[in-house]
T-cell receptor, first 113, second 115 residues
Framework: DQQVKQNSPSLSVQEGRISILNCDYT??????FLWYKKYPAEGPTFLIS?????DKNEDGRFTVFLNKSAKHLSLHIVPSQPGDSAVYFC????????????FGTGTLLAVQP | DTGVSQNPRHKITKRGQNVTFRCDPI?????LYWYRQTLGQGPEFLTY????????KSRLLSDRFSAERPKGSFSTLEIQRTEQGDSAMYLC?????????????FGPGTRLLVL
């Protein structure tokens, strides 16, 4: 059972425009959500996170929105840059003793110059 | 560089051989995680250490897999009698263990290819 889902395998956006990456989850016990960016042959790099007590968190060009009632979160990148081209993973945690992360399958973002 | 480091970065081995990977977490990070990522999938949790104690193991971690963190610093992941299905990227992550909700920081990974 896939508890964290990223239904769009890929997304193509023009440089300077907004990129919106979506993520859905099924486990209502998740209380912390993170976005990671990954280049080929490298480990995931942390981008931004949000606690379940908030509905928005912003860091520079990156904003994450959380809709708990819909069990949905999204990552907005404005403005998109060619260097943003990578695979983006959504991850969730329900804290507890281990705080382990459950990842989605990723969305490949291509920002066209 | 004070990030998470992993060695080796790449490993090619023949089926049936044993392999060992090492992870050095960020200094003073008490929590250490191993994940595995296969093509087209997100990372999947394998096991978790708090200091030297292994507190959780995924059902993905068969009897052929063993992980240690003997002094609560670096960790090793050993795979015995490797199979072609073990081919994957093995990722290590660490976090400080100061907050209930914490960001995990990942290393560059070890890519394993079993022939």
């Amino acid at each position: 059972d896939q508890q964290v889902k990223q239904n769009s395998p890929s997304l193509s956006v023009q440089e300077g425009r907004i990129s919106i990456l979506n993520c859905d989850y099924t486990n209502s016990m998740f209380d912390y959500f993170l976005w990671y960016k990954k280049y080929p042959a490298e480990g995931p790099t942390f981008l931004i996170s949000i606690s379940s007590i908030k509905d928005k968190n912003e860091d520079g060009r990156f904003t994450v929105f959380l809709n708990k009632s819909a069990k949905h979160l999204s990552l907005h990148i404005v403005p998109s840059q060619p260097g943003d081209s990578a695979v983006y993973f959504c991850a969730a945690s329900n804290g507890g003793a281990t705080n382990k992360l459950i990842f989605g399958t990723g969305t490949l973002l291509a920002v066209q110059p | 560089d004070t990030g998470v480091s992993q060695n080796p970065r790449h490993k090619i081995t023949k089926r049936g051989q044993n392999v060992t990977f090492r992870c050095d977490p960020i200094s003073e990070h008490n929590r250490l995680y191993w994940y595995r990522q296969t093509l087209g999938q997100g990372p999947e949790f394998l096991t978790y250490f708090q200091n030297e104690a292994q507190l959780e193991k995924s059902r993905l971690l068969s009897d052929r897999f063993s992980a240690e963190r003997p002094k609560g610093s670096f960790s090793t992941l050993e795979i015995q009698r490797t199979e072609q299905g073990d081919s994957a990227m093995y990722l290590c992550a660490s976090s400080p263990n100061r907050l209930a909700q914490e960001t995990q920081y990942f290393g560059p990974g070890t890519r394993l290819l079993v022939l």
